[in-house]
C-alpha cells in the first residue's frame, strides 16, 4: 500500500487529500495533515472520493447511442463519430447552430479550466451556455461594471475580521462558494472565538445560522432591499466613509441619492425585519474595527441578483471595508500576473440571444434560454449540443422542456463520466478519467481563495487501458471544432495557446518577459506534459513567478513539486487600484446598468407579497445532481423532502411524511412534506439535483431513491435582467396535498 496526495475536486474549499492506493486503485481518503491550507480538514464528501473513484456505474469507455442501444466503442472511433456529427450539423445549418453547455465540475478540473473556455470560443457560436447563470453570474456583473473585471471578486477576509455578514450562503454544509475556505466553519467558530461577531441572513435557520451570535430570517429575494436600507442608513447617519480607497473611487454620491428611497421604514415590511432592526445591524457594520460582507447562492439566484451582488460591495466599500485587511479582499492567485488592469473593461450584453432577446454577460447567454434556442424553428436555430460537465436536465429551469426538446436535436455530445438524466440524450458520450487517474491544480479557486497558497498534484495513479484523461478529451473537441478533424495532433492546442499566452506577455510592458525571445521561454518549460507545461507557463508569468530566470527563487512548477503540500505565500493584501480595469481606472461605485435597475427595485416595493415562496437548500452529503449514486452519502437527512412550516403545514392541510404538490406559474411537482420550524412561515424548501431514475439512465443507486426535479417548478421566464441569471429562489408557489 502506498499513500498520493490529492487536492479534493468535489468543492471549492479545495482540501488536500491523502489517499491510500492498494494495487492501482485508491481505497481510502482522509484530510492531509500538512497542507499549507486545508491542514488535515476533510468532509464526508471528500471522504468518499474512493467510492465516486470507483463507482461501478461510472463510464470507462466511449459510448455511441444508436436509437436505444448503447455500444462502447474504442476512442477514434467516437471522436470520428463527434466530428462526422458535429460537422455534418455546421455544414448544413452554420456554426450558430451548435451550442455548448458547461456545467459545473468544468471549474473542479484542470484541464476543464485550461481548455472549455477555448471550446466554446472555437465552436464560434453565440450559443455559449453554462453553470454560471443558475448561479453566481450576478456576482461577475457586479464585479465587471465596479471593478471592470467579471473576476475580480472580494472575498472576506475570514481569518481576521472581526464582524461577518454572510447572506443566503450555507457554508457549514456546503463548504463555501466564492470564497475558497477549508474547513469554513472551523475559520467561522474561530471568527467567534477571537471575540468576532457573525450575523447570517437566510429563509432558513441553517446549520450556519445555528454557529451565528445572530439569525435574520428574510422574506426570500428581499435581500437588494435590505443591503440598500443599511447603506440609506449609514448615509444618513453620516457613517459612510471608505477610508483608505476614497482617492480610487468615484460614484458614492450617486449611490447615496439612489439609497434616499429605499429608508429602514420603506423595506421592512418588505424584507420581514424590523426597521430598528435593520438600523442596528448597518450600525454594528460600521462600528466593528473591521468588517465583511459576503452573499452567495441564496442571493445571487433571485430576482434581484445583479443589484444585491453590487449592494454587497458598495456596503463593503462605504464601510471602509473593501481591499483592507480584515475585510472583503482581492486574493492574489498565483497563476495571475501583477500589474494594472488585468483586462479590458468589461461589456455587458454584447450580443442577445435570438428567441428572447436576452443579454450575453460575460461570453454566455443564459442557461433558462438554451430550451428556447432548441425549440424554435428559424434560422439559427440549435440542432446540436455539446455538453461538458453539466447535467442542464435538473440543474436548470425549464429542465423537464429541455428533456423533451433534446431528442429533437440532430447531434449531441456529452464529456461525463455518467449516464444520466442529460447524458442519456447524446448520441455520444466521452467518458474522463477519474479524479485518481487526473492531475490538478485550481485556476478558478485560486481567484477566491481567503490565503493565498499554490499546490499541485500530479495524478497519483497512471491511466488504465482504454482510459483518456479529459484533456485529451477536450483537446481533440477542440480541434473538431476548428475544423481539423479527429486525428489531429492535440498537444498542437497547447503549443498554440503557448504562443499567444507568450507573445502577448513579450510584447507588454507590464510583463515580467516583457521584451524577451518567445522561443527561448518556450524552451524553458517544465519539461512534463502540457497540462504541466501550461501551470508552470502561468506560475512563472505570475505574481511571485521567477519570470523566467529575472526573479531567481520565484515560483516555478518544479518548486511547487518540491512542495508535496504546498506552498503558502501568505494573508491576502490590498490590490486597489492595480487591480482595477475599468475604463475611469477607479472604482466605480454607480454603474450606470445597476442605477438603472435600481428603478425596478423601486417599484418591486409595492409589490403584493402574499404567496408562499419557495427557496432551495443543500445537503452536506450531496453534490448538486451526481453525488446520489454513493452509497455512502445516501439517506439520513440527504432526502428530496419539501420542507414546511407547521404554522403552514395547518393552514394548508399538509401533514408530516404525506405527499405535498407545489405549483408555480411554470409547473409542479409533489414531494413529501417534513415538517421543520427551520423554515420561516411563508417559505417551503426543496433541494435541487434529484428527479432520477428515468427510463435510460444507468445510476443504479441514485435511481432507487430518485426524488423529484425541483427545476419542473422554478419558471425559466423570469431572469435576473443584467445578469440573466435564473432566479431559483423566492418562487412564488401554492402548496397542496397531492392527490
Ligand atoms: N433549483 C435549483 N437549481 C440549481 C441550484 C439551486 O440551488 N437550485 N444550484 C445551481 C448551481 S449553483 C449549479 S453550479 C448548477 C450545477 O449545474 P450543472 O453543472 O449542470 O449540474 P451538476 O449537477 O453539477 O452536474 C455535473 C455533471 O458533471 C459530471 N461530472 C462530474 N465530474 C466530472 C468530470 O471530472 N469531468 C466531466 N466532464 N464531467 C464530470 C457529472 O456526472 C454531472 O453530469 O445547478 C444549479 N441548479
Ligand atoms: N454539500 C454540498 N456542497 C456543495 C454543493 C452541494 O450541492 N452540496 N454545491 C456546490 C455549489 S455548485 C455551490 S454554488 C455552493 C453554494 O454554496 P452556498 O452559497 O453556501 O449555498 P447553499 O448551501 O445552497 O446556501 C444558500 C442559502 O441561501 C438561502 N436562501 C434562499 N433564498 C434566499 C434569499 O432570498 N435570501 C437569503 N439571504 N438567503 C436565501 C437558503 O436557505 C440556503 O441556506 O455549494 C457547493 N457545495
Ligand atoms: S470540503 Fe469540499 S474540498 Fe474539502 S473534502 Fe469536502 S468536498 Fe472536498
Ligand atoms: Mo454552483
Redesign the pocket.
Known sequence: METALRICPL??ATCGLTLTIDTGRVTAARGDRQDVFSAGFVCP?GATLPALDNDPDRLRRPMVREGGTWREVDWPEAFAAVDAGLSGVVRRHGRDAVAAYLG?PNVHTLAGQLYSGLLARTLGTPNVYS?STV??MPKHVSSGLMFGDPLAIPVPDLDRTDHLLM?????V?????LCTAPDFPGRLKALRARGGRLVV????R?R?ADLADEHVA?R????AYLLFAMAQTLFAEDLADPGALAEHVEGVAEVRALAKEFTPEAVASVCGIDADRIRTMARDLAAAPTAAVY?????TT?EFGTLTSWLVDVLNLITGNLDRPGGALFPRPAHRPAGAGRSRPFRLGRWRSRVRGLPEAKGELPAVTLVDEIATPGSGQVRALVTVAGNPVLSTPGGDRLDRELPGLEFMVSVDPYLNETTRHAHVILPPAPPSRTPHFDLAFGELAVRNTVRYSPAPLPLDEGEADESLILRRLVQIAAGQGPEADPDAVDEAETARILARAVADPDSSVHGRDPDELTAALYPGTWSERRVDLLLRLGSYGDAFGARPGGLTLQRVLDAPHGVDLGPLDSRVPEILSTASGRVEACPAPVAEDVARLGEGLAARRDSLVL??????????SW?HNLPRLTGGSNTCTLHVHPDDADRLGLTESAEATVRSAYGEVSAPVELTDTVAPGVV?LPH?WGHGVPGTRMTVAAQNPGVNVNAVTDPSVVDPLSGNAVL??VPVTVLPHG
Open positions: 468543492c471549492e464528501k459545473n453553470a448561479d453566481q447572506l443566503g450562503a450555507n457554508p454544509e456546503s463548504n463555501g462558494s441572513v437566510d429563509p432558513r441553517t450556519t428574510i426570500p429575494g428581499t435581500d452573499a452567495r447562492v441564496g442571493t433571485a427557496v432551495g437548500r443543500r445537503h452536506l452529503r450531496s453534490n448538486n453525488a424548501s439535483g429562489n423566492g
